[in-house]
């Protein structure tokens, strides 16, 4: 059965979709002919459609997928060479592919990557940003930058700060070699890698499950692993403490406590649901 996706919004580069079922979100890059790469129009649309996400407390998972073929090729190097020769800009003035980076890692919903085909170059930076990503056991994942003669900007950091080890990084980035999902998976580089077949109906159905959970629990562990991954450990627990005492003036993680102990009776029971979700 085909899961029941409406458009939300649609721009010449990209659709937003909702699983109307599910408070679920699906955001399309929609350049297949192009191979999914980014380019400004790309990226603009890409923020305008958080924005909407944002404004609908219904939707609390998100999806970012590719059209076509592939997940991303990367950044469209029109665009690149735009960027790069362009006017210098400010320390604080980002440019767009890393605001991209930045809102999905701040956003306050639970982004997934889906990724199939390639995802290469920025594309493999954004994917990391996201809060779970799910591959395709033969997707290809790389860094071509410095076989061109750059040096991975995005993706280096990102692989870094999300635990990779520096070795592990450096042989990514100075061999050129892609890793398929499932060496990915190996590395902890990825949430899981599953068969390609498998891929669209997998991920839909972990957002669904998440989506099933109360919105304020799920923004309040991106707020403490968004924070805490940069900190050391004190002030981790630190900030720990002080996200929990801010989801507690939003719900009351105790209430209706006993229905979820009774239900958890004779083993672990993921399905269980809070009795205030909407």
């Known amino acids: 059965m085909t899961d029941p996706w409406t458009t939300i919004m649609e721009w010449p580069e990209l659709r937003l979709e909702r699983l109307d079922d599910a408070g679920v979100a699906r955001i399309l890059l929609n350049r297949p002919d192009k191979r999914n790469c980014w380019n400004r129009p790309m990226c603009q649309a890409f923020l305008e459609s958080l924005e909407i996400v ?7 998972v998100c999806i970012t997928k590719g059209a076509g073929s592939v997940f991303s090729s990367g950044l469209d190097l029109t665009f690149l060479r735009e960027v790069s020769n362009g ?30 085909g390639y995802c290469l170059g920025g594309a493999l930076g ?28 995005l993706v280096t950091s990102t692989l870094l700060h999300g635990g990779l080890p520096v070795k592990k990084v450096a042989h990514i980035a100075l061999i050129g070699r892609n890793l398929t999902g ?11 890698s599953v068969p390609a077949a498998e891929l669209e109906t997998f991920t ?46 939003a719900m009351d993680p105790l209430d209706n406590v006993e229905t979820y102990l009774k239900s958890q009776k004779g083993g672990p029971n993921a399905g269980y649901k809070r009795p205030d979700v909407e």
């Open 204 to 249: 839909v159905g972990i957002a669904r499950e998440v989506a099933s959970r109360h919105l304020a629990p799920l923004q309040h562990h991106k707020i403490t692993v968004q924070l805490g991954r940069d900190l050391g450990v004190s002030q981790a627990i630190q900030v720990d403490q002080l996200v929990g005492a801010r989801l507690r003036r």
């Open 87 to 116: 006017p210098l800009l400010d320390w604080d003035r980002p440019n767009l592919t890393i605001q991209i980076a930045e809102a999905v890692r701040q956003f306050p919903r639970i982004m997934i990557a889906q990724v199939h």
């Open 126 to 153: 954004i994917m990391n940003c996201h809060d779970l990503v799910y591959t395709a056991d033969d997707c290809q994942l790389g860094m071509p930058e410095i076989l061109r003669g750059s040096f991975g900007q």
């Open 54 to 60: 944002r404004a609908d407390q219904e939707l609390k």
């Open 182 to 192: 499932k060496e990915a998976d190996d590395l902890g580089i990825v949430s899981q």
